[in-house]
Nanobody, 120 residues
Framework: QVQLQESGPGLVKPSQTLSLTCTVS??????????WTWIRQPPGKGLEWIGY???????TYSPSLKSRTSISRDTPTNQFTLQLNSVTPEDTAVYYC????????????WGQGTQVTVSS
């Protein structure tokens, strides 16, 4: 059973960097063909895809967030990390990490989500 758990600060000041870590258990983040994804849901809105890092370490980002986003991984600890720079209150959301299975392109496992509020 694969489990994902988000961690990081719940409050970030405007213009600072939001940094979240997803710790994965029950499966290696280097296993083919999985894509380790960050998704967020602002209050009252739908899910927004942020980007992913795949089994080989390659990254793909949402065009609308690409200039501010970096996703990296640490294979020894089986973690992957989201950094979002220059945040504004519009970045307030519940942030989820999830596993996208390349076979069938299905999100088969999700973290429980973590609330991040951008406020001074």
């Amino acid at each position: 059973q694969v489990q994902l758990q988000e961690s990081g600060p719940g409050l970030v000041k405007p213009s600072q960097t939001l940094s979240l870590t997803c710790t994965v258990s029950g499966g290696s983040i280097a296993t083919s063909y999985y894509y380790w994804t960050w998704i967020r849901q602002p209050p009252g809105k739908g899910l927004e895809w942020i980007g992913y890092i795949n089994y080989s370490g390659s990254t793909t980002y949402s065009p609308s967030l690409k200039s501010r986003t970096s996703i990296s991984r640490d294979t020894p600890t089986n973690q992957f990390t989201l950094q979002l720079n220059s945040v504004t209150p519009e970045d307030t959301a519940v942030y989820y990490c999830a596993r996208l299975r390349g076979s069938g392109w299905v999100y088969d496992y999700w973290g429980q989500g973590t609330q991040v509020t951008v406020s001074s």
